[in-house]
């Protein structure tokens, strides 16, 4: 199993950047692909970003596209999101997330992810 625990969230204007990392522990980190989720207040949690094991493939939501980078450093254990020009629409409480099992549609589906941290806020104002 590998745990997962979030951070750099915080309060940040429109058009600002922050860099979210996510510190695996516990398993092998590059066993697994990795995943960014965010829900914002009464909404369902929704795909941001996903990158696969090796890091030479990522996939992005398309209300992302663009702003958002997605990055690991399979050495250190660690995986990023590194969210650029945001927007009061990006409010959400963030989530990282690991899957072993990796197939090619699974990159973006929640319920293919089994391990998730507690995830990070990010706030941004306008």
């Known amino acids: 199993q590998v745990q997962l625990v979030e951070s750099g969230g915080g309060l940040v204007q429109a058009g600002g950047s922050l860099r979210l990392s996510c510190a695996a522990s516990g398993s092998t980190f590059s066993s697994y692909a990795m995943g960014w989720f965010r829900q914002a207040p009464g909404k369902e949690r929704e795909f941001v970003a996903a990158?696969?094991?090796?890091?030479?493939?990522?996939y992005y939501a398309d209300s992302v596209k663009g702003r958002f980078t997605i990055s690991r450093e399979n050495a250190k254990n660690m995986a990023y999101l590194q969210m650029s020009s945001l927007k009061p629409e990006d409010t959400a409480a963030y989530y990282c997330?690991?899957?072993?099992?990796?197939?090619?549609?699974?990159?973006?589906?929640?319920?293919?992810?089994?391990?998730w941290g507690q995830g990070t806020q990010v706030t941004v104002t306008s």
């Open positions: 990158i696969s094991k090796s890091g030479g493939t990522t």
């Open positions: 997330a690991a899957q072993m099992t990796v197939y090619s549609y699974s990159y973006t589906l929640e319920s293919m992810y089994h391990y």
